[in-house]
């Protein structure tokens, strides 16, 4: 960073401006203060000192009072040079009007420019500007005082000494422009490291946020797997007595017994359906070849009769073309489309449509299969569309969701080379759509 990088012009002009507004109260207090040295100094001048002082005060808070405002805040540096001068002004014009050359106020001149130096963050070329106008303005009130150059010796010694107090204070003026430039190259160092600091730590959330929903799938799969086993073997059992009921004599005389064991089996192979689905979604061989192709409309299916509690009274329409096959992760697919299904089912209970409806449609394009699931909801709200792919961001109750489910689905589908994307309009519709790749030929 440079004197010419707008990040330190800007923090030098706040720098400068807190610095000018507090220098101000400073200068009217010391110069109300100097009544005192009027007092014991020059007695018979002590009312004229005064009002000269008072005017000086007065002028002081009119600059400052330009300081608030957005005039002052374009011209602080010159509104700064100006009050910095008015007390100089004053202090030769006293000098003129007592000893001239050897008026004791000489040396307050001295002591501005030391604190304009030390102190306050003005340039080098504004120090030397300082210093050359407060040893033109002694010269001036000597020169003008009744014994004018009567006293050249005292004369030439004070202007040497508001010389070397010149070029004392353009000295500090340079080095402490240093300084400041080193201290906000830092400031905009550090500013810049938090700023990625706060980036990665967002970064580690949504990755920590993943893997997290990955282990209570991996966890869930495992337990899964074991549990659809064992369900499996009564559901066989079952639909093996029902088709023995089924075949005997006395079910084809008895016609409520017939379609009582009929909605059994229709009930027991829904069960087998569903179990099938369980365990592709949350079962996978350690080691197998997870991208493989499999049947887009299937994968659906399997979803849609997972998601089927949420799914009760909304109507799901399925247009597939007649070849669906995909090449991807099936069970990774299915929680894709079980969560958008899920998200729509939500969205559909909170408008409360009359016919509500969500349209699952997929359409071949080239090497890829483009699928877009869209419901007649509520939409989404333009100042959230931007966010729902963010982890643990939703609109749901406390206690309704984590904010995962499309960040992570987000994921699946950027891991099988697709994007995945959403479009509304408030109030009418939500559509999420991602694309496939197909099976080479």
Not at 207 to 213: M, S
Not at 250 to 272: I, P, T, Y
Not at 401 to 422: F, P
């Amino acid at each position: 960073m440079d004197a010419a990088n707008p990040h330190y012009q800007q923090q030098l002009s706040d720098f400068r401006l807190s610095y000018s507004k507090a220098g101000a109260v400073t200068s009217i207090v010391l110069v109300l203060a100097g009544v005192g040295l009027d007092h014991f100094s020059y007695p018979d001048r002590q009312l004229e000192f005064f009002l000269l002082r008072l005017g000086v005060c007065l002028l002081t808070v009119g600059i400052l009072l330009l300081l608030f405002t957005r005039f002052g805040l374009r011209q602080v540096r010159a509104l700064t040079m100006v009050w910095l001068l008015l007390p100089q002004v004053m202090i030769a014009y006293m000098i003129y009007r007592t000893d001239g050359a050897e008026s004791i106020y000489f040396v307050g001149l001295h002591l501005a420019m030391y604190a304009v130096g030390i102190i306050l963050p003005i340039s080098i070329l504004e120090g030397i500007g300082f210093g050359v106008i407060t040893l033109v303005l002694y010269v001036l009130a000597c020169a003008m005082h009744p014994s004018g150059f009567s006293d050249s010796g005292r004369l030439y010694t004070n202007a040497l000494f508001i010389l070397f107090s010149g070029i004392a204070s353009a000295v500090c003026t340079w080095y402490n422009e240093r300084a400041r430039v080193r201290l906000f190259s830092l400031q905009y160092e550090v500013s810049q490291k938090n700023d990625k600091l706060v980036e990665i730590n967002n970064t580690l959330a949504e990755v920590k946020g993943q893997l997290v929903q990955r282990e209570k799938m991996a966890a869930l799969g495992t337990l899964s797997a074991g549990l659809l086993h064992e369900l499996n073997n009564p559901v066989n059992y079952s639909l093996m007595a029902i088709n023995m009921g089924l075949s005997t004599p006395s079910a084809g005389k008895d016609e409520l017994l017939k379609e009582s064991l009929n909605d059994a089996r229709e009930g027991m192979v829904r069960v087998q359906n569903i179990v099938s689905d369980l365990k592709t979604f949350a079962y996978q061989k350690p080691g197998a070849d997870v991208l493989r192709p499999f049947l887009l409309e299937k994968a659906v299916h399997s979803a849609r009769r997972l998601a089927g509690f949420e799914l009760k009274g909304v109507s799901v329409q399925v247009d597939m073309p007649q070849d669906s096959h995909v090449v991807g992760e099936e069970p990774a697919i299915i929680g894709v489309m079980i969560n958008l299904l899920s998200n729509a089912a939500h969205a559909l209970a909170k408008a409360q449509r009359e016919k509500p409806e969500i349209v699952v449609s997929a359409v071949i394009d080239g090497d890829r299969m483009r699928v877009r699931v869209r419901d007649n909801g509520h939409g989404i709200d333009p100042d959230h569309i931007d966010r729902v792919f963010e982890p643990f961001f939703t609109t749901r109750e406390v206690g309704s969701g984590l904010g995962l489910g499309l960040s992570v689905s987000y994921g699946i589908i950027q891991r099988h080379g697709g994007t995945l994307a959403v479009a509304s309009e408030p109030g009418v519709w939500t559509e999420f759509s991602f694309d496939l790749a197909r099976p080479q030929t």
